[in-house]
Every structure is written in structure tokens, then in C-alpha cells.
């Protein structure tokens, strides 16, 4: 019987390529518990991302720049066709494999109303030498 392998993980590679791509989100899930001291440990990033047009197009960049490839379910089964801001916001939740682990954008979080409902509430903290959420402020 041979071990189980995962995917890399490498987030540090994921929130530099958002932040290099100036992209406004919050921290949601496993990764933001993880920075708040949880005992949990995850294998994903998830985020909110603002849904203005202009941040929508700075993250659809983030993510072919990361090869960043859209899947239809947990299994990982890919999608064809491009990243585009529609793309990005026909769906509340999608999914996307990179080379350096999984993203998962949330655009409405269960419970709140979106990117500024969280932001409102959010604390500015640094994972990886990264801001997590926007810098702007």
C-alpha cells in the first residue's frame, strides 16, 4: 500500500501573486481560522474578493498568471474555458487547481452580504508577509 500524496500547497506563492496583481479580497475558511490560532489545518485558500468590475479583471489576471485552472467539484474535475471577470461572477462559489494549490472564491459568504459586509468587520492581518485584505484602507 503506498502513501497518500498531496498536491504542493505553497500559499506564501498564491497571496504574492494577489498581492502583485493589487487584487482587493478577504480571507475566508480554513487558511483566515488558521491565522486566528486554529487548532485546524487546511489545504486551500478561500477568498472574497471585491466584485467591482476593475478588481474582477486585476483577479482573473492573478489567476492565469498562477495557471490557475476553473473545476466543476471537490473531485477537481476541470473546466474548459477562459477566466474572465463574467466568469468570475456568474458563480457564487468556483473552484480552481494550481501548481501551488487550491483557491476557492466565495463572492457572498453564508451570512454576510459580500466583500464589503466582511470588510466592514475584518482586522488587518499578515499571513505570509501578505496583507489580507484590502490594502487600501
Not at 16 to 21: H, K, P, Q
Given at each position: 500500500?503506498?502513501?497518500?500524496?498531496?498536491?504542493p500547497?505553497?500559499?506564501?506563492?498564491?497571496?504574492?501573486?494577489?498581492?502583485?496583481?493589487?487584487?482587493?479580497?478577504?480571507?475566508?475558511?480554513?487558511?483566515?481560522?488558521?491565522a486566528?490560532?486554529?487548532?485546524?489545518?487546511?489545504r486551500?485558500?478561500?477568498?472574497?474578493?471585491?466584485?467591482?468590475?476593475?478588481?474582477?479583471?486585476?483577479?482573473a489576471?492573478?489567476?492565469?498568471q498562477?495557471?490557475?485552472?476553473?473545476?466543476?467539484?471537490?473531485?477537481?474535475?476541470?473546466?474548459?474555458?477562459?477566466?474572465?471577470?463574467?466568469?468570475?461572477?456568474?458563480d457564487?462559489?468556483?473552484?480552481?487547481?494550481?501548481?501551488?494549490?487550491?483557491?476557492?472564491?466565495?463572492?457572498?459568504?453564508?451570512?454576510?452580504?459580500?466583500?464589503e459586509?466582511l470588510?466592514?468587520?475584518a482586522?488587518?492581518?499578515?499571513?505570509?508577509?501578505?496583507?489580507?485584505?484590502?490594502?487600501?484602507?
Amino acid at each position: 500500500m503506498g502513501f497518500l500524496r498531496f498536491p504542493p500547497f505553497e500559499p506564501d506563492k498564491i497571496f504574492a501573486v494577489l498581492s502583485e496583481n493589487d487584487v482587493d479580497y478577504i480571507l475566508i475558511g480554513g487558511l483566515a481560522a488558521t491565522a486566528w490560532q486554529s487548532p485546524y489545518s487546511t489545504r486551500d485558500i478561500n477568498i472574497c474578493p471585491d466584485l467591482r468590475t476593475p478588481n474582477l479583471v486585476r483577479l482573473a489576471a492573478a489567476l492565469m498568471q498562477l495557471q490557475a485552472k476553473p473545476v466543476a467539484d471537490r473531485h477537481r474535475v476541470a473546466l474548459d474555458g477562459p477566466i474572465t471577470p463574467d466568469f468570475l461572477a456568474a458563480d457564487n462559489e468556483r473552484r480552481f487547481s494550481t501548481p501551488t494549490g487550491p483557491v476557492d472564491t466565495v463572492l457572498v459568504p453564508t451570512g454576510t452580504r459580500g466583500y464589503e459586509d466582511l470588510k466592514r468587520q475584518a482586522s488587518s492581518e499578515v499571513v505570509f508577509d501578505k496583507p489580507m485584505i484590502d490594502r487600501r484602507n
